[in-house]
């Protein structure tokens, strides 16, 4: 074989080879799809007041971790505490009112029993005895709300987590179902990877998937394929809004939707987990 012949046989075997490469690189992507159009989630719980008042206090600092029943902020109680002294004041008057038409009633139904009275009078006595029952019952009630309304001026931390995004002051006031803080859930981070419709099928759920942060691709940490979403937003209206809204990244070609799949952590993240980072996933089979 001469230098001539050896050369086409040398390109020949290169090409050959990428062809294969190119062939094992398009199977690859085909049947264990990836993707660098991946963020991290979390659920963020909005704490909210449930009375209204200017705060007195608020213990915690902006992006503080907090426990499970670690106290947020609190509201002024004095008002809800003159409320519950009212209302335990008038209770103790329908408690003394009940017991004297209840021994009127006693009386009563011991004169009718001797026929010193008519039923008239001891069904006055009855009736009577049931309205202080119930007067006794409503202040019993107005007091349980007065003592609620006191216990939620201080207001918890319904989760571990995270504060967040906190913008404001003791002195503030606030209102009823007014939200103040954002509490990121410490135990609710995910992945949301977005691939194409055309890759979905190659997406088993229960799978294996490789994530890798934007700057840190020597050090990936593993998850979990928990589900593909069952739709996204159409913006014709064809669809609600409620449905994640999934942006085309070229407006002038039509390109195969991409689809929201919840990867849940199972690895260790080389650095800590925050909402909105970036990163690629790929699935493991």
Known sequence: MNLHQTKHVLTAVVILLAGAASL???ERYTTKPWTRD?????NVVGVACRVAGPIVQIPVRDNQPVKKGDLLFEIDPSTYQAQVENSQAKLLQAQAAEVQANQELARQTQLYQTKVTDLRDLQNAQDSFAAAQANTAAAKADLDYATLNLGYTKIFAPVDGYITNMNTSPGTYVYAGQQL???????SFWVAAYFKETQLQ?????????ITFIGRENEPFEGRIESVAWGIFDPDGSTVELLPKVDQTIDWVRLPNRF???IQVTGTPPIPLRIGQTVSVATIH
Request: proline share 4%; net charge positive.
């Open 24 to 26: 094992g690189m398009y």
């Open 38 to 42: 991946g963020q991290v989630r979390a």
């Open 181 to 187: 803080l954002a509490l990121v859930d410490a135990s």
């Open 202 to 210: 190659h997406v088993r759920e229960g799978g294996a998937a490789k």
């Open 260 to 262: 929201p799949v919840r």
